[in-house]
């Protein structure tokens, strides 16, 4: 490992995902950028997770295994251990493109009062090991024109961010106290409301992941009652912490309302929520 401190931690958890770690991981070794480390957290994998990640020979690379703590309290871990200025996150079935950290980082850098960015991502519906070339091309150019400052109400409406495109300063993850380690869902979403405490969020034009749609993906199998009570719960939180206004709270509960509704209206009440 260099003596010098990395600028940027990208930082994985996982939890039996030896058929996406090495890819996921390699892709993440081969940024375009000069000054990174890449931080894999275990939680709990009983598959070939800790061997796969065992050769990977990079000295770039840490990883280290934890009992079965949960997702927040392995990103909570991953994030503690991280030298970084800046986190990347990057979940175990997604894939960084080249030029991930030289497109977002950059922007933070020049951007003091920003929480965190974050960038579209190509959706894929299985993993695959081969990037398309064509993927990795130059990204449309961030300019002041072209960067998204979604509000505050915007994002209590609905979630405009993929987890595993986000950066951020890891002073965010500090001052709010990391993930909310009593969830077991939504808990990207209920990081990007808190962290609005700390400054603006913004979206930038280009796409820097592969994202895996999988709907049999191990951090998707939640039942519809578990997500609307955890929904409920970072929605009252966030309104209260973001000092957001009254009908707000309104939109929230009459979204419940039709979600439930359409749901029975499709029979599918008693699936998964997703």
Known sequence: MSRISPLVSIVFTTHNAARFIKTSVSAALAQDYPNFEVIVADDGSTDDTDRVCRTINDPRLKFFRLG??????????????????????????????????????EF????????????????????????????????????????????????????????????????????????DEALDVSEDYDFYLRALQCGRAGLLPGRTVIWCADSNGYFRQKGIFEYLQVMSKIKRRAHRLLHLPSWLLLYHYLWTFYYCSNRFRRGMFAGKWI
Do not use: M
Not at 99 to 104: F, N, P, Q, V
Not at 120 to 128: I, L, M, N, Q
Not at 151 to 174: A, C, E, G, M
């Open 68 to 105: 079965r703590v949960g997702r927040c309290k392995a990103l909570n871990r991953a994030v503690a251990a991280a030298r970084g200025e800046y986190i990347a996150n990057n979940d175990a079935d997604d894939i960084s493109l080249p030029h991930r950290l030289a497109y977002t980082v």
């Open 108 to 179: 933070l850098k020049t951007h003091d009062n920003v929480a965190y960015v974050a960038t579209h991502a190509v959706r894929s519906e299985t993993f695959s090991s081969v990037v398309p070339p064509e993927l990795c091309g130059p990204q449309p150019r961030v300019s002041e024109n072209n960067v998204k400052w979604p509000s505050r109400t915007d994002i209590y409406r609905r979630n405009l961010f993929n987890h595993s495109t986000l950066v951020y300063p890891k002073s965010t993850w500090r001052a709010i106290g990391g993930y």
